[in-house]
């Protein structure tokens, strides 16, 4: 028998993995790492253009310190961690949009009251 063959018996962990449950999982975990990497994609510009531009001192400051790297390292983990929880937030927070469409109440008023 071949793994193709539509005869054999499905696997049971085969099942498991394409149900609608673990589907759906997959989705979520996916789509919190999309805007987890948005953000984090917003805090390496925002870091760069911060070190690039020397705003408030901080490049000069980092350079003329011994521990250049653990600077550098500690403000990009820490925009990382900023941007990425508010893009991930705002991320989740549009989930249910389209509930607050006025098309979307609408239609639910016509469903209550066939007659208008």
Sequence with gaps: ??????????????EVRNSKASREARSIVRFMIEHTAYGGF???VFGA???F???GGI????MASRDAPIFIFLLF???FVTFGGISL???IMTLGGFSDDDHYRDERRREQN???
């Design 77 to 79: 983990f820490g925009l």
């Design 1 to 14: 028998m071949t793994a193709n063959d539509p005869n054999q018996d499905p696997n049971p962990e085969d």
């Design 49 to 51: 253009l911060v070190l």
């Design 89 to 91: 937030g705002i991320g």
């Design 53 to 55: 531009f020397d705003i």
């Design 114 to 116: 066939p007659d208008d």
């Design 59 to 62: 490049y000069s400051l980092a």
């Design 42 to 44: 917003g805090a390496l």
